[in-house]
Nanobody, 124 residues
């Protein structure tokens, strides 16, 4: 069951850029926070970016800060991850996810909605 539809992955050389998209529906784009995760073989899942769909505030993992930018277009029910200055260590499967909807704008640690994942490969 595809809840959020991702696109934009691919292969790029070190220093290059990619933009990932995550599109929800009226039923799945209901989260106060939309996050991007990544997971590479042998590594723990890492949340690389978060955006609050209401006020637009963002947060980033130190590993991507200054290189990645998360944004949203609520009218399109879409969240983006612009990835610049990519490094081989960025190689991973990337997933978008939406937190369990809550009244009041808070973001719980549980997720109700997930994308199917998209591979990002950065060569040296």
């Amino acid at each position: 069951q595809v809840q959020l539809v991702q696109s934009g992955g691919g292969s790029v050389q070190s220093g290059g850029s990619l933009r990932l998209s995550c599109v929800g529906s009226a039923y799945t784009y209901r989260s106060n926070c939309m996050d991007w995760f990544r997971q590479a073989p042998g590594k723990e899942r890492e949340r690389v970016a978060r955006i609050h769909t209401g006020d637009g505030s963002t947060a980033y993992a130190d590993s991507v800060k200054g290189r990645f930018t998360i944004s949203r277009d609520n009218a399109k029910r879409t969240v983006y991850l612009q990835m610049n200055s990519l490094k081989p260590d960025d190689t991973a499967m990337y997933y978008c996810a939406g937190t369990t909807p809550r009244i009041g704008g808070s973001c719980p640690e549980t997720y109700d909605y997930w994308g199917q994942g998209t591979q990002v490969t950065v060569s040296s």
